[in-house]
């Protein structure tokens, strides 16, 4: 078995700038919850549009290509000179905080598992004698059992 960042199903190889994209994906959590408690006027909206299309390209950019691809056939892409309503700008945030937020736990639910692959493994490793059967034992005396050599 290769080195874990060798692996298909390495998680850490998903988000090339993890620190990056914790914050975009923070930021936009709080910005969601602070306009669910405002309404927005038409400027407001303009900007919350212009925030949306930052905030995607700066995760985009902390990203792998593949969820990359993903985060762009997701994402509500707004019409040119044209302000959304409220709802639709707070459904397009709401998605991108779910899409943050699976991948954050997805995330963390692979490296549980790699976690518990590399302990099976090294119980594995613990549980065999470090020495073949039979090589341990005092040398000489033939009366006596052979013991198993040192574990790690």
Same mark, same amino acid.
């Given at each position: 078995m290769g080195a874990l960042s060798d692996r298909d199903d390495d998680p850490s190889r998903l988000i090339e700038q993890p620190a990056k994209v914790m914050r975009i994906g923070?930021?936009?959590?709080? +910005?969601? $919850?602070?306009? @669910?408690?405002?309404? +927005?006027? $038409?400027?407001? @909206?303009?900007?919350?549009?212009?925030?949306?299309? @930052?905030?995607i390209l700066e995760l985009e950019d902390g990203l792998a290509p593949e969820l990359r691809d993903e985060l762009e056939r997701i994402s509500i892409d707004f019409s040119e000179g044209t302000t959304p309503t409220e709802a639709e700008l707070r459904i397009a945030q709401a998605q991108l905080v779910g899409w943050l937020e699976g991948l954050f736990h997805g995330i963390q639910a692979a490296l549980v598992a790699q976690q518990m692959a590399a302990r099976m493994q090294l119980e594995q490793m613990r549980g065999r004698p470090a020495l073949p059967p039979g090589?341990?034992?005092?040398?000489?005396?033939?009366?006596?059992?052979?013991?198993?050599?040192?574990?790690?």
């Open positions: 923070t930021m936009i959590k709080q +910005l969601l $919850e602070e306009v @669910r408690a405002a309404p +927005l006027d $038409e400027k407001g @909206r303009e900007r919350l549009v212009e925030i949306h299309r @930052r905030s090589l341990g034992g005092p040398a000489g005396d033939p009366g006596k059992q052979p013991t198993p050599g040192q574990y790690l």
